[in-house]
C-alpha cells in the first residue's frame, strides 16, 4: 500500500514527488528447531505488573501470561491466533481453516499482525539521480525500521510458541511457521538535497504461499489442508477427547481425574516405532505430534504419538477438566537408554498451591516383539513426580528433566525473551491424604460429604483411611472424626 507524500515548505525549489514500493523480508522456522535451542532456565525477572505489587490475574502459568518484554501488539495476535481456532472448533470457519479469509498480497495469505506508519527525514547530494534519491529514502527508512523488523524477528517464533503451547485444542496447525515484513513508502523531496519519506511497515503472518501452508499435512485421512477435512477432524476431536473424559469425569478428585486421564493414554497407545529424528517416514506428516493421535489411541502404525502427542492430549484434557496444566519441552536424559533425547512432558497443578511432573511418554515404554496398545509395561513411575523424586537410576526427576527455555533463535533477532519463573514443583511425589478426598489442604466437611457420596454409589476413587482394603463407613467415621476434631481447635483459638 502506497501513501501519499507529507509536503515540505520549499521557497523557489520545485518540489517532485516518487513512490515505491521498500524492501521486505521473510522468516521460516519450526517450533522444533527452536526448542533445540534450549537451555537451562537462570533467574527470570519479574512481570512488570509484579514488580509494581499487582497481582497477575487469570492464568498466570500459561506462556503467553509469563512474558515480560513481549509487544502488546503480539500479546494481540496470540488473542486473534485463539479466537480464529475457537470459531473453528465451534463449527465456523476463520483465517486458521482458510487462509482465503486473511489478507493476500505477493502470492501469499496472510494475517496482518501489525501495521505502522511513520514519516523519516532524509538528505541526498544536490544534484542526485532519481534512483540515488529514492535510494537515499530507503536507506532512511531502513534505519529507521530496523529496530522494529529485529523486535519482530525475536519475539514472532516465541508468540507463535505461546499460541501453540497454550492451544493444543487448536490441533490442526503444524509446527512449522512463516513471517515476514513489507514497507511500502511515498516520498517527496526539493532541490536543496532533503526529502521526507512516509513508510508503512507490515508485520504478517504467512498462512499460505506457493510451497507453505500453515496448515498440517497429516496423514492419509488427516490431511487438514482443506476447510472441510478441518471440520471433519473437529468432530473427530471432540468424540475422542470426550470419550475418555466421561471416564475422567467420573471421578471426584483431581487425583483420579488425572490418573484415569494418564492410564488411558498409555493403556491405548504405543509410541511411535517409525519416527527418528533422522530418518522418519515422509508421510508420517504432522500427525505424530498432534494431540489427537493419542486421543483416538493409535498403536504400530503411522499415526501413533510421539511423546508430544502424549503431552498435548494430556493438556486438552486437563484443560477440558479445569486442571491448570503446561507442556514442557526441551531435553531430558533417559536414565534407562542413558542419554539425553528432545522430550516433552507436562506440569500439573492437583490442588491450589502444589504443581507436579507428569510424563505419559516415558510411562508407556515400547517393548521388543510388542506392538499393541497394552504391553504389560505401563507403570506410574513418572506420575506426579516432584522436583527432588528419584527414579530407581538414582536420578532426580529434575536431574533427568531440566526446566529450559529458549533463549534466541538461530540470530533471525537479538532480543532475549524474559518470562516469570516457571510453577514450583513440588518437592516429593504427590499422593492424595485419606483424610483430604478433595485435596484442599483441610479436612472439612466437604471431605465428610465427598466420602458418604462414594460409599453410597459404590466409588472406588477415594482412599481407604483405615487401611481395610475398601470405602466403608469405618472411613467415613475416621474422617467425622477428624473433623470434628479440626472444627474443635479451631474453635479454641
Same mark, same amino acid.
Given at each position: 500500500?502506497?501513501?501519499?507524500?507529507?509536503?515540505?515548505?520549499?521557497?523557489?525549489?520545485?518540489?517532485?514527488?516518487?513512490?515505491?514500493?521498500?524492501?521486505?523480508?521473510?522468516?521460516?522456522?519450526?517450533?522444533?528447531?527452536?526448542?533445540?535451542?534450549?537451555?537451562?532456565?537462570?533467574?527470570?525477572?519479574?512481570?512488570?505488573?509484579?514488580?509494581?505489587? &499487582?497481582?497477575?490475574?487469570?492464568?498466570?502459568?500459561?506462556?503467553?501470561?509469563?512474558?515480560?518484554?513481549?509487544?502488546?501488539?503480539?500479546?494481540?495476535?496470540?488473542?486473534?491466533?485463539?479466537?480464529?481456532?475457537?470459531?473453528?472448533?465451534?463449527?465456523?470457519?476463520?483465517?486458521?481453516?482458510? +487462509?482465503?479469509?486473511?489478507?493476500?498480497?505477493?502470492?501469499?495469505?496472510?494475517?496482518?499482525?501489525?501495521?505502522?506508519?511513520?514519516?523519516?527525514?532524509?538528505?541526498? +547530494? @544536490?544534484?542526485?539521480?532519481?534512483?540515488?534519491?529514492?535510494?537515499?529514502?530507503?536507506?532512511?527508512?531502513?534505519?529507521? @525500521?530496523?529496530?522494529?523488523?529485529?523486535?519482530?524477528?525475536?519475539?514472532?517464533?516465541?508468540?507463535?510458541?505461546?499460541?501453540?503451547?497454550?492451544?493444543?485444542?487448536?490441533?490442526?496447525?503444524?509446527?512449522?511457521?512463516?513471517?515476514?515484513?513489507?514497507?511500502?513508502?511515498?516520498?517527496?523531496?526539493?532541490?536543496?538535497?532533503?526529502?521526507?519519506?512516509?513508510? @508503512?511497515?507490515?508485520?504478517?503472518?504467512?498462512?499460505?504461499?506457493?510451497?507453505?501452508?500453515?496448515?498440517?499435512?497429516?496423514?492419509?485421512?488427516?490431511?487438514?489442508?482443506? +476447510?472441510?477435512?478441518?471440520?471433519?477432524?473437529?468432530?473427530?476431536?471432540?468424540?475422542?477427547?470426550?470419550?475418555?473424559?466421561?471416564?475422567?469425569?467420573?471421578?471426584?478428585?483431581?487425583?483420579?481425574?488425572?490418573?484415569?486421564?494418564?492410564?488411558?493414554?498409555?493403556?491405548?497407545?504405543?509410541?511411535?516405532?517409525?519416527?527418528?529424528?533422522?530418518?522418519?517416514?515422509?508421510?508420517?506428516?504432522?500427525?505424530?505430534?498432534?494431540?489427537?493421535?493419542?486421543?483416538?489411541?493409535?498403536?504400530?502404525?503411522?499415526?501413533? +504419538?510421539?511423546? &508430544?502427542?502424549?503431552?498435548?492430549?494430556?493438556?486438552?484434557?486437563?484443560?477440558?477438566?479445569?486442571?491448570?496444566?503446561?507442556?514442557?519441552?526441551?531435553?531430558?536424559?533417559?536414565?534407562?537408554?542413558?542419554?539425553? &533425547?528432545?522430550?516433552?512432558?507436562?506440569?500439573?497443578?492437583?490442588?491450589?498451591?502444589?504443581?507436579?511432573?507428569?510424563?505419559? @511418554?516415558?510411562?508407556?515404554?515400547?517393548?521388543?516383539?510388542?506392538?499393541?496398545?497394552?504391553?504389560?509395561?505401563?507403570?506410574?513411575?513418572?506420575?506426579?513426580?516432584?522436583?527432588?523424586?528419584?527414579?530407581?537410576?538414582?536420578?532426580?526427576?529434575?536431574?533427568?528433566?531440566?526446566?529450559?527455555?529458549?533463549?534466541?533463535?538461530?540470530?533471525?533477532?537479538?532480543?532475549?525473551?524474559?518470562?516469570?519463573?516457571?510453577?514450583?514443583?513440588?518437592?516429593?511425589?504427590?499422593?492424595?491424604?485419606?483424610?483430604?478426598?478433595?485435596?484442599?489442604?483441610?479436612?472439612?466437611?466437604?471431605?465428610?460429604?465427598?466420602?458418604?457420596?462414594?460409599?453410597?454409589?459404590?466409588?472406588?476413587?477415594?482412599?481407604?483411611?483405615?487401611?481395610?482394603?475398601?470405602?466403608?463407613?469405618?472411613?467415613?467415621?475416621?474422617?467425622?472424626?477428624?473433623?470434628?476434631?479440626?472444627?474443635?481447635?479451631?474453635?479454641?483459638?
Amino acid at each position: 500500500m502506497l501513501l501519499c507524500g507529507t509536503s515540505l515548505t520549499a521557497t523557489s525549489q520545485e518540489v517532485f514527488t516518487e513512490e515505491f514500493e521498500g524492501p521486505s523480508t521473510m522468516v521460516r522456522g519450526d517450533l522444533r528447531d527452536l526448542m533445540r535451542t534450549c537451555k537451562p532456565s537462570g533467574p527470570l525477572r519479574a512481570r512488570q505488573q509484579a514488580e509494581e505489587g &499487582e497481582e497477575i490475574a487469570g492464568d498466570s502459568y500459561t506462556y503467553q501470561a509469563r512474558i515480560t518484554n513481549m509487544p502488546e501488539y503480539l500479546h494481540a495476535f496470540i488473542d486473534s491466533y485463539v479466537e480464529a481456532g475457537q470459531a473453528v472448533l465451534d463449527g465456523g470457519t476463520s483465517w486458521l481453516s482458510d +487462509p482465503k479469509e486473511g489478507g493476500y498480497e505477493s502470492n501469499a495469505y496472510f494475517f496482518l499482525v501489525n501495521e505502522e506508519t511513520g514519516n523519516v527525514d532524509f538528505t541526498f +547530494p @544536490t544534484g542526485s539521480t532519481s534512483d540515488a534519491i529514492k535510494k537515499a529514502a530507503q536507506k532512511a527508512v531502513q534505519n529507521e @525500521t530496523a529496530p522494529k523488523i529485529d523486535t519482530l524477528n525475536s519475539f514472532l517464533p516465541y508468540a507463535f510458541l505461546c499460541a501453540n503451547y497454550d492451544h493444543p485444542e487448536i490441533f490442526w496447525i503444524s509446527n512449522s511457521f512463516m513471517f515476514g515484513t513489507s514497507t511500502s513508502l511515498s516520498l517527496r523531496y526539493n532541490a536543496t538535497g532533503t526529502g521526507t519519506a512516509t513508510y @508503512t511497515l507490515k508485520a504478517k503472518f504467512i498462512l499460505r504461499t506457493n510451497n507453505f501452508d500453515i496448515r498440517s499435512n497429516g496423514y492419509l485421512n488427516y490431511d487438514f489442508r482443506e +476447510p472441510k477435512n478441518i471440520a471433519a477432524g473437529v468432530k473427530r476431536f471432540y468424540a475422542a477427547r470426550d470419550n475418555i473424559l466421561k471416564l475422567c469425569q467420573k471421578k471426584r478428585t483431581t487425583y483420579y481425574k488425572l490418573l484415569a486421564a494418564h492410564d488411558w493414554l498409555t493403556q491405548h497407545n504405543c509410541y511411535n516405532r517409525y519416527f527418528n529424528a533422522n530418518t522418519s517416514p515422509a508421510d508420517l506428516g504432522n500427525m505424530p505430534w498432534c494431540p489427537l493421535s493419542a486421543l483416538e489411541g493409535n498403536s504400530n502404525n503411522l499415526q501413533s +504419538p510421539v511423546c &508430544e502427542g502424549y503431552a498435548r492430549a494430556m493438556k486438552v484434557l486437563c484443560d477440558a477438566m479445569d486442571i491448570p496444566c503446561i507442556l514442557m519441552g526441551g531435553n531430558a536424559f533417559d536414565p534407562v537408554q542413558l542419554q539425553m &533425547e528432545a522430550h516433552m512432558w507436562n506440569y500439573v497443578q492437583v490442588n491450589d498451591s502444589t504443581w507436579c511432573a507428569l510424563d505419559a @511418554t516415558w510411562d508407556d515404554p515400547t517393548v521388543s516383539g510388542v506392538n499393541t496398545a497394552v504391553s504389560g509395561h505401563e507403570s506410574h513411575d513418572w506420575f506426579l513426580l516432584g522436583s527432588s523424586s528419584k527414579y530407581s537410576g538414582g536420578i532426580t526427576f529434575m536431574d533427568s528433566h531440566p526446566e529450559q527455555w529458549p533463549t534466541g533463535y538461530e540470530n533471525k533477532g537479538t532480543i532475549i525473551w524474559e518470562t516469570t519463573t516457571w510453577p514450583q514443583l513440588s518437592a516429593d511425589r504427590w499422593a492424595p491424604d485419606p483424610y483430604d478426598p478433595n485435596g484442599d489442604a483441610a479436612t472439612d466437611k466437604q471431605d465428610v460429604e465427598l466420602m458418604a457420596e462414594t460409599i453410597v454409589s459404590n466409588g472406588e476413587d477415594i482412599e481407604d483411611v483405615d487401611g481395610n482394603g475398601r470405602v466403608s463407613i469405618g472411613d467415613l467415621v475416621r474422617i467425622i472424626i477428624r473433623y470434628l476434631s479440626n472444627a474443635e481447635e479451631t474453635a479454641e483459638q
